[in-house]
């Protein structure tokens, strides 16, 4: 979008006006705030599956099951990411989400919980891209696991061929071998470990934190009228330098 979308003919009132109008919408922030709180009862709510199967996963700190990956605590986050054995960097939208993971990761743990990321790529794969991107957070390898499988974020080739795969709680197309989400599980007392909650598609957004932040500003996320609205975001390592000002002129930018 460019800034004439958003600025030409845009409502300009008294201060007073200003204000009525924000209560107006603070009214509606608070039902959407309440309706948040009811959800997020509701989803505490669900039912729990047990896991069965006894998943293993490759660690820096050597082969690790999906219990020991709770290191002490009684609940467990992943964040399915998005990068498969061969690749040479991560999804980017993957990466968006996962650029906010070491900042939370302190307060997470105090609420005993500990977060994850897994990915089918060996796990050398995943170190070197690890390292490039400078993140902290623990990071595994399902590479020969049913995991990624299992919890429908990876698709064999049998199934892309079909054109449709499960995904989304939906059988529906999807471009790729590797899929996004973010799946939480509880381990209770007698080690036994459940299936809490599951989320896919644009309910990942749960981990970009930046996106609300721009939810917030006139532009908001100024992304295009494309079926992929994330085309924009880069690696962080990838973006183009932003040397422009809000005083900048097109010229001046472009000069």
Not at 12 to 34: F, I, N, P
Not at 69 to 74: D, I, K, P, T
Not at 100 to 105: K, V
Request: one cysteine or more; glycine letters at 6%.
């Amino acid at each position: 979008m460019t800034e004439t979308n958003h600025a030409a003919n845009h409502p300009v009132v008294s201060s007073d006006q200003w204000l009525a109008e924000r209560k107006a919408l603070l009214a509606r922030e608070k039902e959407l705030m309440h309706l948040h709180d009811q959800i997020a009862r509701e989803r505490r709510a669900l039912p729990w599956e047990r896991v069965e199967k006894n998943y293993v996963f490759d660690t820096p700190a050597g082969k690790r099951t999906l219990a020991e990956l709770f290191e002490g605590r009684r609940q467990l986050m992943v964040q399915h990411f998005m990068l498969g054995p061969g690749w040479e960097q991560g999804c980017q939208s993957c990466s968006f989400m996962a650029d906010h993971t070491d900042g939370m990761n302190v307060h997470l743990a105090h609420r005993d919980i500990t977060m994850v990321a897994v990915s089918r790529a060996p796990l050398a794969e995943i170190a070197r891209f690890r390292e490039r991107m400078g993140w902290q957070f623990k990071w595994v390898s399902a590479n020969g696991s049913d995991f990624n499988h299992d919890f429908h974020v990876s698709f064999t080739p049998e199934e892309q061929a079909t054109g449709k795969v499960y995904y989304n709680y939906a059988v529906q197309p999807f471009p790729q071998e590797e899929a996004p989400g973010v799946s939480v599980f509880y381990k209770d007392d007698a080690g036994e470990v459940f299936h809490t909650y599951s989320t896919f598609g644009r309910g990942v957004e749960v981990m970009m934190g930046a996106y609300y932040m721009m939810d917030l500003t006139p532009k908001g996320r100024d992304e295009r009228e494309v079926p992929y609205k994330m085309e924009w975001v880069r690696h962080h390592d990838r973006y183009e330098p932003q040397a422009k000002t809000a005083g900048d002129s097109c010229c001046s930018a472009h000069g």
